[in-house]
């Protein structure tokens, strides 16, 4: 039987469903209609072949034994008794009463009450729910499941009343952190079948998508992707606003405390986690308390608090775990938490001990080690086992495991770094945190090991006498923790800064960076940390030549030597004693008095941010007259912007300082300064710092310009963003920067599309390689494939000289597919071919030809619908979905107009001539707008408006040309 004849016989059916009528897939159906020649035609046969033939003789396919049901049950409605029945196990989950869920539905599995298939179906829906939402037993929870996925795909279950809940359960086990279960590309294909069943007059409509959304936010954060998690938290969130089960409700609100700890509102998470708890404990939800307060025990160490609370909060975590809900998932971070507050604490044997158990969960469950890595690596370095810190390097760097393979072995190069540490080789030491720095930017910017490796390579580079790169590597890590907060990070930070300044020979500001450091660690009760940092104290005195310093020094190695800490490596000890040069004193002190005032200006509350700057440089010229203060912006490689003063005179001091949201800034004053002048400066700095951070967060530096124009942002180059939608879009393409992922930009036709595509390859590592735009809506058809993929010369008739194609054209670069959804119906495998392995097979080839491009593609349709409607490859669906990003509608954005019109004034002005301002009546008529043909309309209506006419000082409403 041929193509054409298979076309006829499926008709007007859509492959899924002609699909599951054969009890085959949609994949085999579509291989039966390519042409004969075509590589990846099949023909069918055997058992298949005749339920075609009873079909063109205008019967019924026989299904296969394994899926032929009595014909009374195929897709039978539930009656009401069965209905009743299971609406009283409903509400036992919905109350997390899980053990009596469970008993009631397995009564009535194996009693005779369930008749239909679809009744039993819905009931071992409800027991999965519950043995995986309950008790954390994925496996289990799977096998009662998996006989009900093999009916659900041979299209025998009621689709609204059972099927789509049988794809959300599905969506979220293949979403759950059992190694030999997750598969974030399955959970797609089930998220995407239920929501094509799911209809909005569903009784449990919004309990379903919210399940989804619960599944997609929970793949992301086990797949180590804060870009995907920061995309659906906003779905998940507003999934939640409907959502009236009490379970569920605090399954979905630990998903977005999560996504709060990976965005870096730490506070936040660390609430959200706590009032989680509170409400568990209420309902009774024995698993979802216990999860909470592991990792609201791991957030208070963050902030500091002592040991002892963080493990009273997992010895209540752990009664749980240890009693009815066994060593589950959660287990492991409640032992992490606990491993490091005991080694705060220095017991080290008890920190051990709770780390093997950990580990013995993680091997049980096929998953990832990193997360008990920084723990197990610390407790090697702390006391001395360092042969055991480069086996544990070893182990993550040569991971095999399906898990977060890159990013568990990125932790294998900082456990590394910190053995050459150890060992004493500062500049191997350095590199290595460097580059796991690197490979975790590479695998999504996962922020805990960004943070520990920044940190971490400042203390590095100093220690190798690589003081500039360490200034750099400081600054970086100031942005990370400003972006993630941590008290103990910033206290291990402020140590390594210290080891930085006595390299510099800066002793006083190096011993007020040691001891802000060892007020920290003594606050926080970290007892080895603190003897760690009274050992740099001492070393820095010795560096100094102060008496008694080496006294102090032998004294602090005894007590680490107390705590059973193996003393490391000393670099400081290469330094030779160093006289810290004279304070100049050109005027007397000015005294703390002198900050009333300045202290009241920068404190007011409501101030913009550029209000704030202004303010500060204001401040320091009525307190340093004559000293030219000045304001600039700094970026991760110490290269300034800037901002605010004169700059003719060369500054003699600066203080840096961020302003808690990612920027880094700079104020600096020339000349000599009173006795305490800088001590003022830094106060002042820090101050102003705050208060740019809490204008930030209520919103204030929104609704104020720009000091610079948008598009002069260095990270996102040729992009006009205004509108809080845009910006954050903004921040997304820069996170995405060192990522290698497929993207799939989606949006209105004129939206900007190509824009988001160009600003993503002049980020990457690729910018200096082609960039090359192909459009698939441009290409006759019979064409598209030698474009593409490029021909030999005589490969068909017409090809009179070899041609490489886009792909191989885009070699080393970025290729924009514009228009995906226009692709060819039988290019599609070719083009999933190469995004899977690289290869191509240009026409006329024998053999295929490698080629190294990302690809970012781009379409205006949507693709879901014309992969229900059969037109475009579900496998290639999924595959390009790595990376969705969506470019709004300028109707949705319209802070972005008057920005957008001013860029376009000033770039169709001619050259050589002034651009004209916008008037304020053409600004409100532009406002106005709808804009149905969005920034590109916006363009048409500025450049039509400056052709007509002598070019105008001030662009009227009476000189736009806005049609429609």
């Not at 094509?196 to 379903?208: G, I, K, S, T, W």
């Not at 920067?737 to 595509?757: D, F, L, N, P």
Request: aromatic fraction near 6%; hydrophobic fraction near 45%; charged fraction near 25%.
């Amino acid at each position: 039987m041929g193509p054409e004849a298979i076309r006829a016989l499926r008709g007007e059916q859509s492959r899924a469903s002609f699909a599951r009528q054969l009890g085959v897939t949609p994949l085999t159906v579509y291989r039966w209609e390519l042409p004969e020649e075509a590589a990846q035609a099949r023909r069918p046969r055997g058992r298949v072949m005749e339920a075609l033939r009873q079909l063109a003789e205008g019967g019924q396919p026989a299904l296969p034994p394994a899926l032929r049901p009595a014909n009374s049950l195929v897709r039978q409605e539930l009656t009401h008794e069965e209905k009743a029945r299971l609406n009283t196990c409903l509400t036992l989950l919905q109350r997390a009463d899980w053990r009596a869920a469970e008993n009631t539905l397995l009564e009535l599995l194996t009693s005779s009450e369930l008749r239909t298939t679809g009744a039993r179906a819905l009931a071992s829906v409800g027991l999965a729910y519950a043995y995986r939402w309950g008790y954390e037993d994925v496996r289990r929870a799977f096998a009662v499941l998996l006989p009900h996925l093999v009916e659900a795909d041979a299209g025998l279950l009621p689709a609204e009343s059972v099927e789509v809940y049988v794809h959300a359960t599905a969506a979220n086990l293949y979403a759950s952190p059992d190694g030999r279960i997750f598969d974030a590309g399955k959970m797609n294909v089930h998220v995407a079948r239920a929501e094509a069943l799911l209809r909005p007059n569903h009784p449990l409509f919004a309990e379903v998508r919210c399940q989804l959304r619960l599944a997609q936010v929970a793949a992301a954060f086990y797949l180590g992707a804060p870009e995907l998690l920061a995309r659906q938290y906003g779905r998940l969130e507003e999934a939640l606003a409907e959502v009236t089960d009490p379970s569920l409700r605090l399954m979905a609100m630990h998903g977005l405390a999560h996504e709060a700890a990976i965005r870096g509102d730490v506070s936040l998470a660390t609430r959200r986690f706590r009032e989680l708890a509170q409400a568990s404990a209420r309902l009774g939800y024995g698993l979802m308390e216990a999860r909470s307060l592991a990792f609201l025990a791991q957030h208070r160490l963050d902030e500091a608090c002592e040991p002892e609370e963080a493990l009273a909060l997992v010895h209540r975590a752990r009664g749980s775990f240890d009693g009815r809900l066994g060593r589950a998932f959660s287990f492991i971070f409640a032992a992490r938490a606990e491993a490091d507050a005991l080694l705060r604490l220095g017991r080290f044997s008890e920190a051990e001990a709770v780390l093997e158990q950990g580990t013995t969960v993680t091997e049980e469950l096929s998953w990832t080690p990193h997360h008990l890595v920084v723990q197990r690596a610390r407790l090697l370095y702390l006391t001395g086992r360092y042969a055991d810190l480069r086996q544990l390097a070893h182990q993550l760097s040569s991971y095999t495991g399906p898990i977060q393979q890159p990013l568990t072995r990125a932790y294998g190069c900082w456990v590394e770094a910190l053995a050459d540490w150890a060992d004493g080789h500062a500049q191997r030491s350095a590199e290595g945190f460097a580059a796991a720095h690197a490979r975790a930017l590479e695998q999504g910017g996962w922020p805990y090991l960004r943070r520990d490796s920044a940190v971490s390579e400042v203390g590095a580079r100093a220690a190798a006498g690589q003081l500039p790169e360490s200034r750099v590597a400081l600054r970086r890590a100031r942005t990370i923790l400003e972006q993630f907060p941590s008290a103990w990070s910033t206290a291990l930070l402020h140590r390594h800064e210290g080891w930085l300044l006595t390299r510099e020979g800066r002793l006083r500001e190096a011993r007020e960076k040691l001891e802000a450091s060892l007020a920290t660690f003594t606050l926080a009760a970290d007892a080895p940390q603190a003897a760690l940092t009274r050992r740099t104290l001492a070393a820095v005195a010795r560096a100094a030549g102060e008496p008694g310093a080496e006294a102090a020094y032998l004294q602090s190695e005894d007590e680490l030597r107390r705590y059973g800490i193996t003393p490391p490596p000393d670099f400081n000890a290469e330094i030779h004693p160093v006289q810290e040069a004279p304070s100049l004193e050109a005027e007397p002190r000015l005294g703390a008095e002198s900050l009333g005032v300045p202290f009241e200006r920068l404190a007011v509350r409501g101030m913009g941010a550029s209000l704030i700057q202004r303010e500060l440089v204001a401040v320091l010229e009525g307190l340093f007259p004559g000293r030219n203060p000045r304001l600039e912006e700094l970026d991760s490689q110490g290269r300034t912007t800037p901002l605010l003063g004169e700059s003719t005179v060369p500054a003699s001091e600066w203080v840096e300082f961020g302003d808690g949201c990612g920027r880094r800034l700079r104020v600096g004053v020339a000349g000599p300064l009173p006795a305490d002048g800088r001590a003022l400066i830094s106060a002042l700095a820090r101050l102003a710092g705050f208060a740019l951070e809490v204008a930030v967060l209520r919103g204030f530096v929104q609704a104020e310009p720009p000091l610079r124009e948008p598009e002069a942002a260095p990270e996102v180059p040729g992009f006009i963003a205004a509108s809080p939608t845009m910006n954050k879009l903004k921040t997304e393409l820069a996170g995405l920067s060192g990522s290698r992922a497929t993207v799939i930009v989606t949006g209105e036709s004129g939206s900007g599309k190509e824009v988001v595509a160009r600003a993503l390859h002049r980020l990457s590592a690729r910018a200096d390689r082609p960039y090359v735009a192909f459009n698939c809506a441009a290409v006759p058809r019979e064409l598209f494939e030698g474009q593409l993929f490029g021909y030999r010369r005589g490969a068909y008739t017409g090809a009179a000289t070899d041609h490489p194609g886009v792909l191989r054209a885009a070699h080393g670069g970025t290729l924009f597919l514009d228009e995906i959804g226009e692709l060819p119906l039988e290019v599609q495998p070719k083009l999933l071919r190469f995004l899977e392995n690289g290869e191509i097979f240009p026409l006329g080839e024998t053999r295929p030809a490698q080629v190294d491009v990302r690809v970012i593609a781009a379409t205006h349709r949507d693709l879901g619908q014309l992969v229900r409607e059969g037109r475009f490859r579900e496998d290639l669906y999924y595959r390009l979905q790595v990376v969705p990003v969506r470019v709004p509608p300028l109707r949705e954005r319209r802070e972005d107009i008057i920005a957008l019109a001013r860029h376009f004034v000033n770039q169709l002005t001619p050259e050589g001539r002034e651009p004209p301002q916008l008037g304020p009546d053409a600004m409100a008529a532009l406002v106005a707008h709808s804009w149905p043909g969005n920034v590109r309309e916006l363009r048409n209506v500025i450049e039509r408006s400056l052709a007509f006419g002598s070019l105008p000082s001030v662009l009227g409403a009476d000189r736009l040309r806005i049609t429609g």
